[in-house]
């Protein structure tokens, strides 16, 4: 798992993360849970986290990191943690 993979998987959430919306858009929300799928470790787990923490701390100020916090859950995905700039990704299992 690379945070390449990480990013080309959620791409299509770019513009609810920038515009905001009701909804994600599908391939979004199906992006989020190809990663999940493909996630079954805790090194791909901890890689995922790492990749979307960054994602998190480019984007911060705005609204941005609420509304990418909120995919997971507009999604009907659980994540065992949430996306934002302060979670500690070496606890994930």
């Given at each position: 798992?690379?945070?390449?993979?990480?990013?080309?998987t959620v791409m299509p959430c770019l513009p609810f993360v920038q515009?905001?919306?009701?909804?994600?858009?599908?391939?979004?929300?199906?992006?989020?849970?190809?990663?999940?799928?493909?996630?079954?470790?805790?090194?791909?787990?901890?890689?995922?986290?790492?990749?979307?923490?960054?994602?998190?701390?480019?984007?911060?100020?705005?609204?941005?990191?609420?509304?990418?916090?909120?995919?997971?859950?507009?999604?009907?995905?659980?994540?065992?943690?949430?996306?934002?700039?302060?979670?500690?990704?070496?606890?994930?299992?």
């Open positions: 798992m690379s945070c390449s993979t990480v990013y080309n515009m905001g919306g009701a909804m994600p858009p599908q391939p979004c929300c199906g992006g989020i849970r190809s990663l999940l799928a493909q996630a079954n470790n805790t090194p791909d787990r901890r890689t995922i986290c790492g990749c979307l923490k960054n994602v998190a701390n480019g984007a911060s100020g705005g609204p941005y990191v609420t509304r990418a916090a909120s995919l997971p859950s507009k999604c009907g995905v659980s994540l065992p943690y949430k996306i934002s700039t302060d979670v500690n990704c070496n606890t994930i299992n």
